[in-house]
Antibody, heavy 115, light 106 residues
Framework: QVQLQESGPRQVEPSATLSLTCGVS????????WSWIRQSPGKGLEWIAH???????DFNPSLESRVTIFMDTSKNQFSLGLSQVTAADTAKYYC??????????WGRGILVTVS | EIQMTQSPPSQSASVGETVTISCRAS??????LSWYQQLPGQAPRILMY???MLSSGVPSRFAGRGSGKDFSLTITGLQPEDFATYFC?????????FGQGTTVEV
């Protein structure tokens, strides 16, 4: 059973860059697609971006200008960067695995506050 | 962006009852729809892929139907562990989008 674990700072200052990492328990980064998703009371669940097994990326247009995503297969992890954060970026951030047209494994999430 | 609209936002029910949640897409998404369950403080858990395919370990009291724009999730014989929030999600294309959720409560 694959496990995902988000890590990173829980508080980020306005206009700074939010950086999160998702560790994956098995060496399967090169097999699946991997996403970042966030959840806030105001906007519900919002898909941010994904990185595919061959390293190509796709982004939510609403965030694309501020988002980076990359993977490090040697460390079994993938990462999210979100620049120029504001209070609207305060949310619980999840990493998740895409499989069979759905997100079948999720991390527990990390609450990030912008203040 | 494809908008997903769920109804109702919340629904009161009792153990043993049958509950149906609706989800409508702003455009035709064929059968590219998944359902998730979220318990308080936990990550969402996938229930169903492509409208009606149960994810591993999901009990058969959960059933999904629909195609095109209109979909539904039915829970037959509600159990105590089913009181949760349910989300639909389209996987027709990116950006993937979710419904706002339906909370099934006592």
């Amino acid at each position: 059973q694959v496990q995902l674990q988000e890590s990173g700072p829980r508080q980020v200052e306005p206009s700074a860059t939010l950086s999160l990492t998702c560790g994956v328990s098995e060496g399967s980064l090169g097999t699946y697609y991997w996403s970042w998703i966030r959840q806030s009371p105001g906007k519900g669940l919002e898909w941010i971006a994904h990185i595919t097994k061959d390293g190509t990326t796709d982004f939510n247009p609403s965030l694309e200008s501020r988002v980076t995503i990359f993977m490090d297969t040697s460390k079994n992890q993938f990462s999210l960067g979100l620049s120029q954060v504001t209070a609207a970026d305060t949310a619980k951030y999840y990493c998740a695995r895409e499989y069979n047209l759905g997100f079948d494994h999720w991390g527990r999430g990390i609450l990030v506050t912008v203040s | 962006e494809i908008q997903m609209t769920q109804s109702p936002p919340s629904q009161s029910a009792s153990v043993g009852e049958t509950v149906t949640i609706s989800c409508r897409a702003s455009q035709n998404i064929a059968t590219f729809l998944s359902w998730y369950q979220q318990l308080p403080g936990q990550a969402p858990r996938i229930l169903m892929y492509t409208v009606s395919m149960l994810s591993s370990g999901v009990p058969s009291r959960f059933a999904g139907r629909g195609s095109g724009k209109d979909f539904s999730l039915t829970i037959t014989g509600l159990q105590p562990e089913d009181f949760a929030t349910y989300f639909c999600q389209q996987t027709y294309g990116t950006p993937y989008t979710f419904g706002q959720g339906t909370t099934v409560e006592v």
